[in-house]
């Protein structure tokens, strides 16, 4: 069974950085997709960045310049590099990743299994 496991998250002053790793265990697709997303408190789980199985990367406006997705396919991680953190982006962190579709969505249903979660705190 794929098991995504997150870490990395903590609690930093606004301006700070933190970078998120997921490890992906069993997750053998050739051709897929990956990504984090994150959840506030009250909030809808909101997708944050993708990449493909290319390289190829997409993110949501609000962290464009700030945040950067990664991966490492020899030991199938997913990274997450956020810098300049402003308090909005306080949230739990989940990685994500679909069912070996090439094709990045950015809707929560277009990914099959999820990680636990890692919590980040931005705090001014």
């Known amino acids: 069974q794929v098991q995504l496991v997150e870490s990395g998250g903590g609690s930093v002053q606004a301006g700070g950085s933190l970078r998120l790793s997921c490890a992906a265990s069993?997750?053998?697709?050739?051709?897929?997709?990956m990504g984090w997303f994150r959840q506030a408190p009250g909030n809808e789980r909101e997708w944050v960045a993708s990449i493909n199985s290319d390289g190829s990367a997409t993110y949501q406006d609000s962290v464009k310049g700030r945040f950067t997705i990664s991966q490492d396919n020899g030991r199938r991680t997913l990274y997450l590099q956020m810098n300049s953190l402003k308090p909005e982006d306080t949230a739990m962190y989940y990685c994500?990743?679909?069912?070996?579709?090439?094709?990045?969505?950015?809707?929560?249903?277009?990914?099959?299994?999820w990680g636990q979660g890692t919590q980040v705190t931005v705090y001014s």
């Open positions: 069993r997750y053998t697709y050739r051709r897929y997709c």
């Open positions: 994500a990743a679909n069912t070996g579709e090439p094709h990045c969505y950015t809707s929560r249903f277009s990914f099959h299994y």
